[in-house]
């Protein structure tokens, strides 16, 4: 029967497998029989490497081979303080009285939000915090109540917000245009300064004029302004676009529009006849071919209109008409200021006018058998020899 391993070589410390700094015995590749026995060599005494540890992983624990088993050599060098993906709260705000949550990544903590309920600051604390145009300034604030509160305003060196444009005046006359972009807080000249009158004395030029730019017109500088050497020779008649009616047609009372083309007016459309007549326009018109009677006519809408019966007779003062029928009844219209219509005097408020433009009867005036008018009143011929007059007694 064979004899198992003697005690002196069981005994000695340094012969025997050391456990691991984490309390397992060194196994190496192939081992796992769980046997009894010692473990065979899986390494070559003397030989160093590194394992990763640590709480994710990131770390190193150096090992070194002793009797054939890797054996841990030191500590673990492990760069993380967090296991992946855990969660806490730390204080936060100026009193430390919130909460700040945290996420473990990459093995740091990292602020997952904004810290919950804690204070702003703490009471009569000072600083100062970027302001101005351009974030350039400085704002100086005082903790009060656990709230920033401005301690006057803002010291801004700046004057433009960066990025942005703007002209002003340049030029010999100041009347030139400089584009300025702002740069660095401040206003910075883009190009050379655009100045059409700045000029020097004795120097001569030729610009465009007229109503649509195609005349041109001399020009020679004086005092470093240019001045006119005479007016503009403009081609044109008109502004391109603009329109006008002009009068057409064989007595010139008919309407044709006009539209400016290149500038010169040029018809558009065809000569519009006039209407027969205009609204509130009064005439004569005969009754038949061959009578001496008359009827009056009015102008409505664009027509003329016959308003009363015919007339033996016309009479016209300066701004009324009277007219004698043959039924001995006069009619008359115009101007009523006077009651020389035969009917009590007109007077409408303004902007109305004392104008009666339908003939209306004389009132009281039958048997009429002549009439006449005068500057502002009429006067009739009765049947019995009478005559009997209305209006101004002029």
Not at 235 to 242: I, L, V
Not at 274 to 302: I, N, S
Not at 377 to 391: I, M, N, P, S
Request: hydrophobic share 30%.
């Amino acid at each position: 029967m064979k004899k198992g391993p003697t005690n002196a070589h069981r005994g000695h410390p340094r012969d025997r497998p050391r456990r691991l700094a984490h309390g397992r015995l060194p196994v190496g590749p192939g081992d796992g029989s769980g046997g009894g026995g010692s473990s065979p060599a899986v390494c070559v005494d003397g030989a160093a490497r590194s394992i990763a540890c640590g709480l994710n992983g990131a770390g190193k624990l150096p090992q070194a081979c002793q009797g054939g088993q890797w054996l841990d050599n030191g500590g673990c060098t492990d760069p993380d303080v967090c296991k992946n993906d855990g969660t806490r709260q730390i204080p936060c705000g100026a009193n430390g009285d919130g909460k700040l949550p945290q996420i473990c990544t990459d093995g740091k903590w990292v602020d997952a939000g904004a810290c919950n309920g804690g204070s702003a600051c703490k009471n009569g604390d000072k600083h100062s915090v970027a302001c101005g145009l351009n974030g350039a300034g400085s704002q100086a604030q005082t903790c009060v109540n656990q709230q920033w509160q401005d301690d006057g305003a803002c010291n801004d060196p700046d004057v433009c917000k960066n990025g942005a444009t703007h002209e002003i005046a340049c030029g010999a006359n100041g009347l030139g245009t400089q584009a300025q972009t702002c740069t660095a807080g401040h206003w910075a000249n883009t190009g050379s300064c655009q100045s059409p009158n700045g000029c020097a004395d004795g120097d001569k030029r030729t610009i465009s004029c007229g109503l649509n730019g195609a005349g041109s017109l001399a020009q020679t500088c004086k005092a470093s302004q240019w001045q006119d050497d005479a007016p503009c020779a403009d081609p044109d008649a008109c502004k391109n676009g603009a329109t006008q009616t002009i009068a057409c047609g064989a007595d010139g009372l008919g309407t044709q529009a006009q539209l400016c083309s290149l500038g010169q007016w040029k018809n558009n459309g065809q000569c519009q006849p006039p209407p027969p007549c205009v609204d509130r326009a009064t005439k004569l018109d005969a009754c038949a071919a061959g009578d001496l009677a008359f009827k009056p006519l009015t102008c409505t809408g664009g027509q003329w209109q016959a308003v009363g019966a015919c007339t033996a007779s016309i009479a016209a003062g300066l701004v009324h008409t009277c007219a004698l029928r043959n039924t001995g009844g006069v009619l008359c219209w115009g101007e009523n200021t006077s009651g020389q219509l035969g009917i009590p005097p007109v007077f409408p408020p303004p902007p109305s006018n004392y104008t009666v433009p339908l003939p209306v009867s004389v009132v009281g005036l039958s048997d009429a058998r002549a009439v006449t008018a005068g500057y502002g009143h009429a006067c009739a011929l009765r049947a019995d020899g009478t005559v009997v007059c209305w209006g101004a007694n002029d």
